[in-house]
T-cell receptor, first 111, second 114 residues
Framework: ELKVEQNPLFLSMQEGKNYTIYCNYS?????LYWYRQDPGKSLESLFV?????AVKQEGRLMASLDTKARLSTLHITAAVHDLSATYFC???????????FGQGTRLTINP | NAGVTQTPKFRVLKTGQSMTLLCAQD?????MYWYRQDPGMGLRLIHY???????AKGEVPDGYNVSRLKKQNFLLGLESAAPSQTSVYFC?????????????FGPGTRLTVT
């Protein structure tokens, strides 16, 4: 059974600082997704990582995937208040078109 | 393109009442999904469909039924609502063979069962 765990679950940081959110998954999965959710809103796709060693960057966010370690990271560089949101990772069950989500990381960036 | 839409946006039910949530997508997607979101638990898959006329159980199917009579619509039914079904419900859709198989989410339905 595929399980996905994120840490930390809550993160409060100051503007301008760097930090990383970790996403571990328990069984083989060849795709990893990152989503952003603002309070009371739906999920917005950020990144799709398709292979071992994949790295994608958008602005101050960078995501990477290590399939051997079953680990993905979302790195935030020089955080700004607008990045405050809940971030979810999700892994795909191999052979099935189903995603399993992590618990989410609530990120608060203080001025 | 409206993308994925959900009806209604909010609903309050009493225990034992029934209701149907409607999800519609205009992207000609084959796959559609229903999730529930509860605090601290991420999204959990309730039921999904891989095409018109097909449905399958997800992680937490008990107490829910679904139907996919038309490709663009996916209905989620609660026959006898319980307080444990208080949650935010999200519908999503995706292509069947698309790489990277991205799911597109609707705006959500906030359901309270008293």
């Amino acid at each position: 059974e595929l399980k996905v765990e994120q840490n930390p679950l809550f993160l409060s940081m100051q503007e301008g600082k760097n930090y990383t959110i970790y996403c571990n998954y328990s069984t083989t999965s060849d795709r990893l997704y990152w989503y952003r959710q603002d309070p009371g809103k739906s999920l917005e796709s950020l990144f799709v990582l398709l292979s071992n060693g994949a790295v994608k960057q958008e602005g101050r966010l960078m995501a990477s995937l290590d399939t051997k370690a079953r680990l993905s990271t979302l790195h935030i560089t020089a955080a700004v208040h607008d990045l405050s949101a809940t971030y979810f990772c999700a892994a795909i069950i191999q052979g099935a078109q189903k995603l399993v989500f992590g618990q989410g990381t609530r990120l608060t960036i203080n001025p | 393109n409206a993308g994925v839409t959900q009806t209604p946006k909010f609903r309050v039910l009493k225990t034992g009442q029934s209701m149907t949530l409607l999800c519609a997508q205009d992207m000609n997607h084959e796959y559609m999904y229903w999730y529930r979101q509860d605090p601290g638990m991420g999204l959990r898959l309730i039921h999904y469909s891989v095409g018109e006329g097909t449905t399958a159980k997800g992680e937490v199917p008990d107490g829910y039924n679904v139907s996919r009579l038309k490709k663009q619509n996916f209905l989620l039914g609660l026959e006898s609502a319980a307080p444990s079904q208080t949650s935010v419900y999200f519908c999503a859709s995706s292509y069947s063979s698309d790489i990277p198989y991205e799911q597109y989410f609707g705006p959500g339905t906030r359901l309270t069962v008293t």
